[in-house]
T-cell receptor
Framework: DVKVTQSSRYLVKRTGEKVFLECVQDMDHENMFWYRQDPGLGLRLIYF???????EKGDIPEGYSVSREKKERFSLILESASTNQTSMYLC???????????FGQGTRLTVV | GDSVTQMEGPVTLSEEAFLTINCTYT??????LFWYVQYPGEGLQLLLKATKADDKGSNKGFEATYRKETTSFHLEKGSVQVSDSAVYFCALSDRRNASKIIFGSGTRLSIQP
């Protein structure tokens, strides 16, 4: 079975902190994604990576950056956390689009 | 651009009722269509998919048919169970735009015993 693992289920951080969200997949997938999930807004794509060291901005990249140094790992970085970044963050991977994406369990981040 | 619109929730049904969750899409190409489900406290998982017009995806008693003429992919189940309570997302992806899987806003389904 494909497994996508996010490093934390719950995080509480202070405003202004630099925050790292880690995601690892074990199926050698080329594509990895970071989404943000908010009530009434569905899933919004933050960043996408189609290969090591390659990345593309999604719909809401402001305030975020990403790192993909190894194929299996995709990190989301909040450079200076703000309260409006309190949300559920979901990582996903896929072989190629338009095949299905496999999701991690999510990280619920609260910025206080 | 491409988009997905699905019926707003929450939807509350009694056990064994018939379920329909509507989903329509806008796409200039020939997308693949998906339904994902999110159980409480978990990430999303694929429920079913269809890759071309008139395909029917099915899984766990759920079905959806890719209707190109009405640009729809409605989710149906003949008899729902309490364990079907979850949030359901309709989604599309277009092979011409490899960076995007576009999701609808989600429909929360609650089944009462």
């Amino acid at each position: 079975d494909v497994k996508v693992t996010q490093s934390s289920r719950y995080l509480v951080k202070r405003t202004g902190e630099k925050v790292f969200l880690e995601c690892v997949q074990d199926m050698d997938h080329e594509n990895m994604f970071w989404y943000r999930q908010d009530p009434g807004l569905g899933l919004r794509l933050i960043y996408f990576s189609y290969d090591v060291k390659m990345k593309e901005k999604g719909d809401i990249p402001e305030g975020y950056s990403v790192s993909r140094e190894k194929k299996e790992r995709f990190s989301l970085i909040l450079e200076s956390a703000s309260t409006n970044q309190t949300s559920m963050y979901l990582c996903a991977s896929s072989v190629t689009v338009p095949t299905e994406a496999f999701f991690g369990q999510g990280t619920r981040l609260t910025v206080v | 651009g491409d988009s997905v619109t699905q019926m707003e929730g929450p939807v509350t049904l009694s056990e064994e009722a018939f379920l329909t969750i509507n989903c329509t899409y806008t796409a200039t190409g020939y997308p693949s269509l998906f339904w994902y489900v999110q159980y409480p406290g978990e990430g999303l998982q694929l429920l079913l998919k269809a890759t071309k017009a008139d395909d029917k995806g099915s899984n766990k008693g759920f079905e959806a048919t890719y209707r190109k003429e009405t640009t729809s992919f409605h989710l149906e189940k003949g008899s729902v169970q309490v364990s079907d309570s979850a949030v359901y997302f309709c989604a599309l992806s277009d092979r011409r735009n490899a960076s995007k899987i576009i999701f609808g806003s989600g429909t929360r389904l609650s089944i009462q015993p």
